[in-house]
């Protein structure tokens, strides 16, 4: 496809262009001489991988922390908030007196393992009406509407984030049209409401457990990428159903997120086999199922999700067995990508082992997307959909 | 008076012996059985609604449990749940709106009773419509903490306003009763009618001098090929016989009685002839909310040869069939074997199906499944009341008629589909 490659030439002028001037370094930190692999392996032609701040949280909490890489990336998580937090955030101000930024807010909440980022972005927008003086509506949505661009732009590569900044949004603009008698209410209502939030998401998970536990038969083998909590979540109600049933776990490289699905669905009792990602269609004639979470749904009931969801929905439409998505409706994005390379791509270092000559590109990319084809259905708090309802709430909610 | 108890009785032992046939007569059998069990229970003053609710849901329970296959009986008594419940809010709707002007009129602290002090009636009435739909985005954020808490509310405070006019209270009590059964009769009138309107799109999809193929024996079929005909449509219509109750038999007869060019073809020629044919229009018994039907047996090898050749596969259902469930594992579980006499003769056979000879259990089996799943991928539309839907499109129809209350309580009881 020439014209895919030639509008490529032209992103990646674009992005090394954007990558000079900015200052994170990834590479190795100084304690990195006692891995000298480890220096080794950041050969890479650029030098300076950037990680997606979306990729590092979902490192954080669902890797197995082993790789040494990882402790770079949590050490840059570190470091990440203050470079961009200063360029891109006008709600900092340089009074040392005053120093309250969204970001450091939604970084805050976002460290709490238990939360999704979404969960994180509402509370940090919540942190903002608090902190505000404004004292009409009209004031509060406008420094919410610069809290959650800011909030936004810091991490474009989040589907989560936007969706739930997206969300917040509408819902202080209904409030605002729902004819509160006056400010004040309205503007502790709100904060009440984002502060329910994570209440809403531990719900919503457990709504989405319920509703799929007739999806799963005894004696069915349910494969299963990549960690998700939702998708844990179903599994551990089901076990505690006496279901009796198996789940192939991929392993997820090269965060090995599928490792630490494995690792919990063993404390559960639930018979688990470890596949390498390469095993997904060696394996699938023996699987019933296929079980997703998701990082972010579109518009198009298609999904965004992990590395390897794309192809192991290829496999399962091809030996013709049902893929099931679990994911909380918050995650529904205004997106609708035509195809893979679509969206801005989540980047990730990778950690092949040995050393990578420089000439040797890496694709680096943390997520691709699945069309709404290859899935049979979505579990979400709203009910189980067919992907094509998707774009029907959002029409409903954004229209 | 005849007992509503034993009606209710009657109508279960009719079930579960298998006495009703086809999904239309039990569709208009329970609600015409809901009809009169509402008729006849007392309510009491307070929470009318939430007690008839419970009343219908304790019957709807048995009434599903005793055919669990005939989803025509657990779609009418959500229906009517749902029915109690619209009417509910709509005379609460009226309550809060009279409340509302008696308190700008009168006395202030009337609307401070209220849950939410900061809210006005119309917003309270806006949450309380909010309930009957289903879960959505929009809701996602707002105060809505059990949806039973609501049309509670929205009741009581239809109850503090009558507790001033104790007058008024029995008349609503009546009104709410003498409404839902209005809207049971309408039900029951669009059930019977469902043919109609449903042959009145015919001319739309049928054309001048195509061949259509059907499979087995439909009253909506028929009434939709003889809309056409009606309508000087000329065509000609292929029918397989359906095995192996050769209810196709009966369809072709009909058809040339109407003066409709017909030929009977066998189950197994259906993919030798597809090639030749325009258009497929089958019935169903119902249709899921994913878009698949559960279909006389024999429907996915005609739809499965309906898509090799590219032939459109029309499947024709009333809103009755609609069911607001989705299949797990349809093949088994909505599933029903009939008796192995209507496909062998006892005569001939039973010898080989004699347990008593040899190793105490025969050689023969004999396997008669009522059902075929169709997978929602092979219909290409499906013409309901309402018009033409795409089978992505029915969940839409699904949230109009059901509420998403009835579906999660009855889904307990449903766990077997």
């Known amino acids: 496809m020439w014209w895919r490659s030639a509008s490529f030439i032209l992103d990646k002028q674009q992005n090394d262009a954007a990558l000079k001037p900015d200052t994170i370094s990834i590479s190795p930190p100084p304690d990195a001489t006692a891995h000298s692999s480890m220096a080794d392996t950041f050969q890479n032609p650029n030098p300076n991988p950037k990680i997606s701040a979306y990729y590092q949280t979902r490192a954080q909490h669902h890797g197995v922390v082993t790789s040494d890489w990882l402790s770079q990336a949590q050490a840059a998580i570190d470091q990440n908030p203050d470079d961009h937090g200063i360029s891109a955030d006008e709600v900092r101000v340089a009074d040392p007196g005053k120093p309250f930024s969204v970001i450091d807010e939604f ?14 972005a509402i509370r940090a927008l919540a942190a903002v009406i608090r ?27 989040s589907i989560s984030l936007t969706a739930g900044c997206d969300l917040f949004m509408r819902y202080v603009t209904r409030t605002s049209a729902l004819e509160y008698e006056d400010f004040n209410s309205a503007r502790s209502r709100l904060i009440e409401r984002a502060e329910k939030f994570g209440e809403i998401s531990q719900k919503a998970r457990r709504i989405i457990a319920m509703l799929s536990q007739d999806f799963i038969f005894d004696g069915c083998t349910i494969l299963v990428h990549g960690f998700s909590r939702v998708v844990l979540e179903v599994l551990k109600l089901a076990a505690q159903n006496k279901k009796l049933f198996r789940v192939f776990c ?7 997120t599928g490792l630490r699905l494995s690792n919990e669905l063993a404390k559960l009792d639930v018979p688990v086999k470890l596949l390498i990602d390469s095993a997904v269609a060696y394996t699938m004639d023996e699987v019933d199922m296929v079980f997703v979470g998701a990082d972010g749904v579109v518009e198009s009931g298609g999904i965004l999700n992990m590395m390897g969801t794309y192809q192991i929905a290829l496999v399962a439409h091809s030996m013709n067995k049902p893929v ?5 409706s918050y995650k529904f994005a205004r997106l609708y990508p035509l195809d893979q390379k679509d969206l801005a791509p989540a980047l990730r270092p990778i950690d092949f082992g040995v050393p990578i000559p420089s000439k040797v590109e890496v694709e680096k990319s943390a997520r691709d997307y699945t069309p709404p084809q290859y899935l049979t259905l979505l579990f979400t708090d709203l009910g189980v959909l067919t992907p094509s309802v998707v774009s029907d709430e959002l029409i409903q909610l954004y229209l | 008076m005849p007992d509503v108890q034993s009606l209710v009785n009657d109508f279960l032992n009719q079930l579960k012996k298998r006495k009703i046939e086809g999904s239309q007569a039990t569709a208009k059998q329970t609600a015409e059985l809901l009809r009169s069990f509402i008729s006849q229970h007392r309510v009491p003053y307070t929470n009318q609604a939430g007690a008839l609710i419970d009343a219908v849901r304790t019957v709807g329970e048995q009434l599903i449990a005793a055919n669990p296959v005939e989803v025509a009986v657990g779609n009418i008594v959500r229906r009517v749940l749902h029915i109690i419940r619209e009417e509910d809010l709509s005379l609460a709707t009226d309550a809060i709106a009279g409340m509302g002007l008696s308190a700008a009129s009168d006395d202030e602290d009337d609307v401070e009773r209220d849950d939410h002090p900061g809210l006005s009636a119309v917003a309270v009435a806006a949450a309380a419509r909010s309930t009957l739909r289903p879960p959505s985005l929009q809701t996602l954020l707002e105060d809505v903490p059990d949806s039973a808490a609501i049309p509670q509310a929205s009741s009581s405070g239809g109850d503090s306003e009558g507790k001033s006019r104790s007058v008024d209270k029995s008349s609503r009590g009546r009104k709410l009763k003498h409404d839902v059964i209005e809207a049971i009769n309408e039900l029951i009138q669009d059930i019977a009618t469902c043919h109609e309107q449903i042959a009145e799109q015919a001319v739309e999809h049928i054309h001048q001098n195509e061949v259509i193929l059907t499979l087995g024996s439909s009253r909506t079929v028929l009434e939709f090929l003889c809309a056409a005909k009606e309508k000087k449509r000329s065509f000609r219509v292929f029918v397989a016989e359906g095995a192996p109750r050769y209810q196709g038999h009966l369809l072709a007869k009909e058809l040339v009685a109407r003066g409709l060019q017909t030929t009977v073809i066998t189950d197994s020629a259906v993919f030798a002839m597809i090639s030749r044919v325009n258009m497929v229009i089958v019935g169903a018994h119902a249709v899921m909310a994913n878009g698949g039907v559960i279909a ?17 596969f029309v499947v024709l259902a009333g809103s009755h069939k609609l069911c607001p469930l ?30 008593g000879s040899g190793s105490g259990s025969s050689l023969l089996h004999v396997i008669n499944p009522t059902f075929d799943y169709v997978p929602p991928k092979l219909v290409s539309l499906f013409i309901t009341d309402t018009g033409g839907h795409n089978s992505s499109y029915m969940y839409r129809l699904i949230a109009d008629y059901y509420s998403a209350d009835d579906l999660v309580v009855k889904g307990r009881h449903v766990t077997r589909c």
């Not at chain 1, 970084?107 to 994180?120: F, T, Y």
């Not at chain 1, 991929?250 to 090995?256: A, Q």
């Not at chain 1, 099931?324 to 909380?328: D, M, P, T």
Request: hydrophobic letters at 40%; proline letters at 7%.
């Open chain 1, 250 to 256: 991929t392993e997820g490289r090269p965060d090995r």
């Open chain 1, 324 to 328: 099931y998505v679990a994911a909380e």
């Open chain 2, 296 to 312: 006389p047996v024999g429907l996915n090898m005609v739809a499965l040869a309906a898509q090799r050749h590219a032939v459109p």
């Open chain 2, 326 to 355: 989705y299949p797990h594992n349809p093949e088994v579980l909505l599933n029903e074997l009939r008796s192995p006499s209507e496909l062998l003769d006892f005569g001939e056979f039973s010898d080989c199906m004699d347990y």
């Open chain 1, 131 to 157: 902190s505000s003086k404004a004292t009409t509506m009209m004031e509060l949505e406008i420094e919410l509407k610069k809290a959650s661009d800011s909030l936004k732009s810091w991490d474009a590569t």
């Open chain 1, 107 to 120: 970084n805050n909440w976002r460290k709490q393992p238990d939360l999704a980022e979404a969960v994180a």
